[in-house]
Each structure stands twice: as C-alpha cells, then as structure tokens.
C-alpha cells in the first residue's frame, strides 16, 4: 500500500491524492489491486451504496470541465476511472437511492420487501449468491410435508414413525421414503394403511398409502383436498456432478421448515459400498445435515433440491457414527418406480441371474495378465459368475464371458444393461457376448420377474 500511495502522489499529485484517500475513508469503502500477467492491472475501489450517488455526481462534474477524472486510473497510473462497485443489499433507509447504477449482478435476486424472486436477465444461473440457497428453499418449502404412521409390533401399538414428504402433484401426491409410512414383514409391505400429513400452513389431512418398494425405499401417499396444493418441481439427478451444491429439506423432530445445505460428494454410491445386500441401488452421496435413520424421526422421505429449486433426490438414511455422510434415491430412479407403480401397481424387475462387473482398463490389464486368452475388449461387461438354472444359465453364459451387446445396443455398464431391460419380464432378449479368443456369440435370454424376497 506504500508503494501504491507512492506511485499515486508522483502521478496525480497531493489534491487528488487526499481527494482518494478521503473518498475511501469517508465512506469505510474497500480498496484492492489485482494485477494479472495477461490483462492490464485495475485498482477498485468499493463504497457504500449511500455515498455512491454523491461520488458519481462528482465524476460527472469533473468530466465535464476537465479532459481526465481526478481518480487513479489503473492504466500505468494514468488519470483515468475507478471502478465503483456498490452493495447489492441497500443498508439504507427507505428513501434512500433510488435511481439504477450498474452494478456486478449475481444469481437471483431476493426482494426485501416482498420476498419475491427475480431473475436479471445478466444473472449467472449457476453462481451461487448470497440468496441462492434461500430461494431454492423457498421454491420447495410449500410442498413440503411431516408425516406421522403408526408403527405396530405383534399387532400391539409400539409407537409412531416421523418422516418427511414433498407434495409432488397438485392432486395431493406425496412422495416419501417407504420405511417413515410402512411396516415391512421381510420385504412385504403390510395392507395399505393411514397416514397423518402436516402441510407448513398447519393444515392436517389423512393420507392414504397407495404404493410403497422395500428394496428402493419409495413410497407414494396420497391425500385429497378440494383445492390445488403447492407442488415441488422435479429435475433430473443425471445432471449432477460431485461438488454440485444442494438442500436439504425435512421436518425431523417435527421441527418444521428445516433446511441443510451442503454438496454432493458421489452420484453413484453401490448399495455394495454401504454393505447392502439384496438387489443393486445407487445412492446420491452428500454432506448435508439429516437426522438418522434409525430414529425414525428425520429427514427420512424429504426432498434433496438443487440451486434451482427442482427436487433431484429423497432423503433416506445416514451413517449414524460419521457425520457429513447422507445419501438419498436419485430422483431419476425415483421417477421410474412411481411410472410403474402407475403402470403395474407395483414395481416389476427382470431377473437373469448372473453377477456382472463393468469393465475399464486396469481391469481388462489385470484379467489379460492372469489369462492372455481374454478376450480384447476395451470395454463390456464382465459376467464372473452364472446362477444355476436361471435365465442365463438356460441361455447359454458362461462365467467369463463379456457382454459388449444386449438387445441391439452395446454396453459398457451394469446400468445401462438394466436400463434397456426396465420391466420386460418374459420377453427375449438378444445378447453378444465375447469370450476367450476374441470368440464372438449370440445368446437369446428371456428375464424372469425378480423374487421380491430375494
């Protein structure tokens, strides 16, 4: 700063030199240097927003009667203009300015007055201002739900579960987590039953179960009133990607209106990593704030927002002895158990019977190394092991083979194998498999239903 104030008295000498410094003091205003090897250097200066319109008033004046601007130029120290950047939120009182000035804009502004949001058309949608988690927030906080079932042990009355829910339809349609509003008998969920709902205006409903998914954890509730309710918007959880910020929302502990924020730390957690057993799940992995599982009185069925304020997972459960690890069900997997609990009433999921390991390079290395018969591929789908007398098997795998094709599309993961089958159950399917010696074959495979025990 000495050298700054140095170089500024040999330029523009002690007037203007004490006009800068009063200027900043005066006005308890910020005042910074960047200087970057590939742009020219700028020197700013930042002033409250009350003592913005005098200062402008007064540059005006100057270039009008004279050839430069008495301020420090960030040209080679030349005369020349200061950058003014004014707060965003106006401290003043409410007769203060009232003219626009430019100013650096940022993500959806919030009103102060009206809580209203309003999108600049300069505004950086995927900058995160100082608004931007509150307005997410405040899309969804409507739709927002506590529930409250009846947990039964031996037919006896044992308690009450907590959860959460997001009104996803205007009809009444809630979606939550199956475990806050049924009772599971191994993986059956018992006959539908009644669940007490608590919107954030306080009203109160009895909702009804229609569906609910031991091994996705989803369940759908619905409640019936004579007029629209406030609805949360669903977006795509395929968009995101680890370090994206979300919300967290929920009623645990019947503390309505809370709201976390954090990011996402994984968008493809295996139920394998958490030591789940049963059928394969991805889980969004984040560090938000929610309340355990296990004490059935969280977050559990709430909805997790982007900065957009478009639901893209549901809250489901936490490591109870870390703190920073929640995970949620992708609301793109979510979206396909609610299409078929609408088309069949339940979800239908296609068994084969093989075990199967995607593929990537140090794999294929290591599996060449051991067996320089293996087959060269640069990527597929790896079957290690085949279940006797199940689909597979009848089909004709063989463990080590390679699946590289199935239904006429070729794949390279797990995924996008339970993809293309989705609920075909008892409908053949066509597989190219590459085995040992670069040996091509086509098996026909017809998937059976999953045992929903398994």
């Not at 205007?170 to 009772?183: E, N, P, Q, S």
């Not at 997972?313 to 979510?334: H, R, T």
């Not at 790896?382 to 794949?411: M, Y």
Request: with cysteine; hydrophobic share 40%; net charge positive.
């Amino acid at each position: 700063m000495n050298h700054f104030l140095k170089m500024v008295s040999r330029s523009c000498g002690r007037k203007s030199l004490i006009r800068v410094v009063a200027i900043a003091a005066a006005g308890s205003g910020l005042f910074y240097g960047s200087s970057n090897p590939d742009s020219k250097t700028r020197i700013s200066l930042s002033i409250p927003a009350t003592l913005h319109e005098s200062v402008l008033v007064q540059r005006q004046m100057s270039q009008s009667f004279t050839p430069h601007s008495p301020f420090i130029s960030s040209d080679c120290w030349q005369f020349g203009n200061v950058s003014l950047v004014s707060s965003r939120v106006n401290p003043a009182s409410s007769g203060s300015i009232k003219k626009e000035y430019p100013v650096t804009k940022e993500a959806p502004v919030k009103e102060e007055t009206t809580g209203d949001v309003k999108d600049g058309k300069d505004s950086c949608c995927r900058c995160l201002g100082r608004d931007t988690i509150a307005n997410a927030a405040a899309r969804v906080c409507p739709a927002v739900v506590n529930l409250s079932a009846p947990r039964e042990f031996l037919g006896i009355l044992s308690g009450r579960g907590i959860g959460s829910g997001a009104i996803v339809d205007a009809d009444g349609t809630i979606l939550t987590c199956a475990h806050v509003v049924v009772d599971f008998h191994g993986s059956r969920a018992l006959p539908k039953g009644k669940v007490d709902v608590t919107l954030q205006d306080g009203r109160t409903f009895e909702g009804t179960v229609l569906n609910a998914d031991f091994h996705s954890d989803i369940a759908i509730v619905k409640i019936n009133c004579k007029t629209p309710l406030p609805a949360a918007k669903l977006g795509t959880s395929s968009k995101l990607c680890p370090g994206d910020w979300v919300v967290a929302m929920g009623c645990p502990h019947y503390l309505q209106n809370t709201v976390t924020a954090g990011i996402v730390s994984c968008v493809d957690r295996k139920s394998s990593d958490l030591g789940l057993g049963g059928m394969r799940r991805e889980y969004l992995q984040t560090d938000c704030a929610i309340n355990a599982q296990s004490s059935k009185l969280g977050n559990s069925g709430g909805p997790l927002v982007n900065i957009d304020g478009e639901i893209v997972g549901v809250n489901i459960m936490k490591v109870a002895a870390a703190d920073g690890l929640s995970f949620a069900v992708p609301i793109d997997s979510a979206a396909k158990i609610i299409e078929q609990f609408k088309k069949n009433g339940r979800v239908v999921r296609p068994w084969l019977g093989l075990k199967m390991l995607d593929l990537n390079d140090m794999i294929i290395a290591q599996l060449k190394e051991r067996d320089p018969s293996f087959p060269n591929v640069k990527s597929g789908v790896l079957v290690p092991v085949v279940t006797p007398g199940s689909p597979a098997h009848r089909a004709g795998f063989l463990p080590s083979d390679v699946v590289i094709k199935f239904d006429g599309e070729p794949v390279q993961s797990i995924k996008e194998i339970i993809e293309i089958m989705g609920d075909r159950v008892g409908e053949p399917l066509k597989v190219v498999v590459q085995r040992a010696n670069d040996k091509l074959v086509t098996l026909t495979v017809i998937p059976e239903e999953a045992n929903p025990d398994m």
